[in-house]
């Protein structure tokens, strides 16, 4: 799993740059009412980060938890991230993906097959988790219109194209 763990810590060394040279008039614009601007996508990553550090964690000491999913329209809303400051939610994605880096990489090689349940899904393990974490990630960055594909080099499948989950549940 250092190919993901090294991934991540390429993205927490690179991005924060990349996203605070955002043009300030960018990062709040919304492309339609309905839709997110850079600023909420960009939020909706620290939710995704918040969630899936518990499912990180959980995953390597409990017996195949049964983690909920997360409605991530509703996230965004609660946290009211277009009014929030840039510089301070790229602060907050820096230091949440640090934490999940961390509770990573202390993981055992036999957690890496370790399994849990998201939201009534089928069985998926650890690695299946962290590395769609990361596929997630990649692919809400290069919509924001970050430059990512060059920091994702260890794991060439990031660089495929994302499918969400049906229903907010994994594949089975």
């Not at 960018?26 to 997110?36: L, S």
Request: aromatic share 8%.
């Amino acid at each position: 799993m250092s190919q993901g763990l090294a991934v991540l810590r390429n993205l927490l060394d690179h991005l924060p740059a990349r996203l605070s040279e955002m043009p300030a008039a960018m990062v709040v614009r919304k492309p339609a009412p309905d839709r997110w601007s850079p600023q909420e996508e960009l939020g909706h990553l620290l939710d995704s980060a918040a969630n899936n550090h518990q499912r990180i964690v959980r995953i390597q000491y409990e017996d195949a938890p049964a983690m909920p999913g997360y409605d991530g329209e509703r996230w965004v809303a609660l946290h009211a991230y277009q009014e929030r400051e840039w510089n301070g939610l790229i602060d907050i994605w820096q230091r949440l993906n640090e934490q999940l880096l961390s509770a990573a990489s202390v993981a055992a090689p036999t957690a890496w097959t370790r399994t849990c349940t998201i939201a009534g899904s089928a069985p998926v393990t650890l690695q299946f988790v962290f590395e769609d974490y990361l596929h997630h990630m990649a692919h809400h960055l290069r919509h924001i219109g970050v430059a990512v594909d060059d920091l994702l080099s260890s794991l060439p499948r990031l660089r495929e194209r994302w499918k969400p989950w049906p229903g907010g549940k994994p594949p089975a």
